[in-house]
């Protein structure tokens, strides 16, 4: 069931003050010819810990230890040339659209056309709050800053009149390198999921794999808006680092595959690279 003929492999890790620096990273894996690198976002961690961890054990404090993704993503591409660059995910509904859009643009030039946002409403409200964000309508919230961002992006003087983002005309360059700007990718795996990519995202990247039957339902709900799924994205977050497991993954229609790296020095993460570009050759040799 693969929906394009040819894959890309790339890593994520949450680059902290303690591990391989951004700049380190990034040269390493354009040199053993992969094709990405992600970063998460977490501006900080609320000390109340009242938001349980969604992964179900103590917090890693690479969550509260992690960089800001784009001054670190910038940092990427300005030593590099090829690999793609990206967030997963940034926490839209903690940041002004305005000045995201700004961001968003400026590392998409800076990049050369290499940025892909990655998206989501994230998990734990306290952190949001102290941002200002309404927990119970961050989707809502998410949805009109998308959507806020793109007419930034596209329009001379664009304007946006929401329930939670509205301003009047105004002026912002750069614009994206990319025609319309980057590629949007929703990270979330809901029930919900599909109607949001579908309406406003250009890609979907589910963490660790895919439940019974959501591929049917993407393949509806954009047939809903008059999109195919092979024009979509299909990204997998946590890709298996076992190759009979990883071409499964890739039968089932994921063409970006992304693997898993610990926050851990270079002597301990270089060896994983190794392997993750090992496992990445064999599987384009199919």
């Not at 409403?121 to 306290?126: F, K, P, S, V």
């Given at each position: 069931?693969?929906?394009?003929?040819?894959?890309?492999?790339?890593?994520?890790?949450?680059?902290?003050?303690?591990?391989?620096?951004?700049?380190?990273?990034?040269?390493?894996?354009?040199?053993?010819?992969?094709?990405?690198?992600?970063?998460?976002?977490?501006t900080?961690?609320?000390?109340?810990?009242?938001?349980?961890?969604?992964?179900?054990?103590?917090?890693?404090?690479?969550?509260?230890?992690?960089?800001?993704?784009?001054?670190?993503?910038?940092?990427?591409?300005?030593?590099?040339?090829?690999?793609?660059?990206?967030?997963?995910?940034?926490?839209?509904?903690?940041?002004?659209?305005?000045?995201?859009?700004?961001?968003?643009?400026?590392?998409?030039?800076?990049?050369?056309?290499r940025f892909?946002l990655?998206?989501?409403?994230?998990?734990?409200?306290?952190?949001?709050?102290?941002?200002?964000?309404?927990?119970?309508n961050?989707?809502?919230?998410?949805r009109?800053?998308?959507?806020?961002?793109?007419?930034?992006?596209?329009?001379?003087?664009?304007?946006f009149?929401?329930?939670?983002?509205?301003?009047?005309?105004?002026?912002?360059?750069?614009?994206?390198?990319?025609?319309?700007?980057?590629?949007?990718?929703?990270?979330?795996?809901?029930?919900?999921?599909?109607d949001?990519?579908?309406?406003?995202?250009?890609?979907w990247?589910?963490?660790?794999?895919?439940?019974?039957?959501?591929?049917?339902?993407?393949?509806?709900?954009?047939?809903?808006?008059?999109?195919?799924?092979?024009?979509?994205?299909?990204?997998?977050?946590?890709?298996?680092?076992?190759?009979?497991?990883l071409?499964?993954?890739?039968?089932?229609?994921?063409?970006?595959?992304?693997?898993?790296?610990?926050?851990?020095?270079?002597?301990?993460?270089?060896?994983?690279?190794?392997?993750?570009?090992?496992?990445?050759?064999?599987?384009?040799?199919?």
């Amino acid at each position: 069931m693969a929906f394009r003929e040819t894959q890309e492999f790339g890593v994520t890790m949450f680059p902290t003050d303690y591990s391989m620096q951004p700049v380190e990273l990034a040269i390493a894996i354009e040199e053993r010819g992969l094709d990405s690198l992600f970063f998460p976002e977490h501006t900080h961690i609320p000390t109340s810990r009242k938001t349980p961890f969604p992964g179900g054990i103590d917090l890693p404090e690479m969550y509260w230890h992690t960089h800001d993704p784009f001054v670190a993503l910038s940092a990427a591409a300005a030593v590099t040339n090829r690999i793609k660059l990206g967030t997963g995910i940034c926490l839209v509904i903690e940041r002004d659209p305005i000045t995201l859009a700004k961001e968003v643009a400026s590392l998409d030039m800076i990049s050369n056309g290499r940025f892909i946002l990655g998206i989501g409403a994230g998990w734990n409200r306290e952190e949001m709050e102290n941002h200002g964000a309404d927990y119970a309508n961050r989707w809502a919230q998410l949805r009109e800053k998308v959507l806020a961002m793109k007419a930034i992006w596209t329009q001379e003087a664009a304007e946006f009149h929401g329930e939670w983002v509205n301003f009047e005309p105004l002026w912002s360059y750069p614009k994206p390198v990319q025609a319309g700007g980057p590629p949007i990718w929703i990270g979330a795996n809901s029930r919900w999921v599909f109607d949001r990519v579908a309406e406003y995202a250009d890609g979907w990247m589910p963490i660790g794999g895919l439940g019974s039957g959501n591929m049917d339902r993407m393949k509806s709900a954009l047939e809903a808006k008059g999109r195919h799924i092979k024009d979509l994205d299909l990204a997998l977050f946590g890709a298996p680092n076992d190759i009979d497991k990883l071409r499964t993954q890739i039968e089932r229609g994921f063409d970006h595959l992304i693997f898993n790296l610990p926050s851990e020095t270079a002597d301990k993460t270089l060896p994983r690279l190794d392997k993750y570009a090992q496992l990445a050759e064999l599987a384009r040799q199919g």
